[in-house]
């Protein structure tokens, strides 16, 4: 049986959480703007699962209409499960919604959930607003490591200078993909003050932080 906008509307409003799964996975096959209507359909879904699988295609879909998506991930940024406030956050970077930093900076701040905070500091990254770099620094101080090591590369690609003496003292950190995370950082960051930190880090005991740096210092 062929996927039609049709057959794909029926299975969303079926009552069986399968069918309403299937099309939104189905969703992907149609056109971009016929699958924009549709998402959103899927969006407001009382079932977590399938919210979580709506959002997570807005980063495709969105582009459709900017504005009305930023409207739409913003509310999805205050879902009531976590998973989907994640979906949100990464789709607005995806979709490079700069209007949406200040949503994210305070769900950052007001969430327990560190799913959240983590998708919300690789986000920034993405989003490349220079106002980020304040949040950033503060995840940098995360009890999380994963949140850690994510603030260092969303470090890299915001590609602000002044990050680099904050990334320094994480160059020597016992945790090796710390230091491979700062070494891919300094890379995207450049100049003079990351080349010298790389030369640091050419002799480090693990192979891959060591060979990274090097083949960094050759690119430069």
Not at 59 to 75: A, N, V
Not at 122 to 148: K, W, Y
Request: include cysteine; charged fraction near 25%; charge should be negative.
């Amino acid at each position: 049986m062929s996927i039609t906008p049709e057959s794909v509307r029926q299975l969303l409003s079926s009552e069986d959480l399968g069918d309403r799964l299937r099309a939104v996975n189905q969703i992907r096959e149609l056109e971009p703007t016929i699958g924009f209507e549709l998402i959103q359909q899927a969006i407001n879904d009382p079932n977590t699962r399938v919210r979580y699988s709506a959002v997570s295609q807005m980063d495709t879909l969105g582009g459709q209409d900017l504005d009305l998506s930023l409207e739409i991930l913003r509310r999805m940024l205050k879902d009531k499960e976590p998973d989907v406030q994640a979906a949100a956050a990464d789709c607005l970077g995806a979709l490079k919604l700069v209007s949406a930093f200040d949503d994210l900076e305070q769900i950052y701040h007001n969430t327990s959930e560190w799913i959240v905070q983590l998708s919300v500091i690789a986000t920034l990254g993405v989003l490349g607003e220079p106002r980020g770099f304040d949040l950033l620094q503060e995840a940098l101080s995360s009890d999380n490591e994963l949140i850690q090591i994510t603030a260092i590369s969303s470090f890299g690609e915001l590609g602000d200078l002044r990050a680099i003496p904050l990334l320094a003292p994480y160059a020597t950190n016992p945790d090796w993909q710390i230091r491979h995370r700062v070494v891919l950082a300094l890379n995207h960051l450049g100049g003079s003050e990351a080349k010298s930190l790389l030369e640091t880090l050419v002799g480090d005991e693990v192979e891959v932080v060591a060979s990274e740096a090097k083949r960094n210092l050759g690119n430069s």
